[in-house]
Nanobody, 122 residues
Framework: QVQLVESGGGLVQTGGSLRLSCAAS????????IGWFRQAPGKEREFVAY????????YYADSVKGRFTISRDNAKNTVYLQMNSLKPEDTAVYYC???????????????WGQGTQVTVSS
């Protein structure tokens, strides 16, 4: 059974940094695409970043480009989302998800973590 567990969320001031982790069991991350999504209160879930299933290609939403970095440690079967220069509009529950290949579409992902709250105070 595939299980994804996020951690690293918390409360941070504007301009601060956080690193989210997504640890997987039951699926080898290096063979699959991994995505990060977020959902703010009253809003739809939105794409943040993904890691492709092959070649290590990454892709970011325009809203986080240059501030967030997705990376992975294949030995630990863990994917990270380094978030710098955080803004209040980054406040949301962040989810990691796994798909046969990375994509911006949440419907393509078949396994999801439980989410971790990120709150950025102004």
């Amino acid at each position: 059974q595939v299980q994804l567990v996020e951690s690293g969320g918390g409360l941070v001031q504007t301009g601060g940094s956080l690193r989210l982790s997504c640890a997987a069991s039951g699926r080898t991350f290096s063979n699959y695409g991994i995505g990060w999504f977020r959902q703010a209160p009253g809003k739809e879930r939105e794409f943040v970043a993904y890691f492709s299933s092959s070649g290590g290609r990454t892709y970011y939403a325009d809203s986080v480009k240059g501030r967030f970095t997705i990376s992975r440690d294949n030995a630990k079967n863990t994917v990270y989302l380094q978030m710098n220069s955080l803004k209040p509009e980054d406040t949301a529950v962040y989810y990691c998800a796994s798909a046969p290949r990375g994509t911006v579409y949440s419907t393509n992902y078949d396994y999801w973590g439980q989410g971790t709250q990120v709150t950025v105070s102004s």
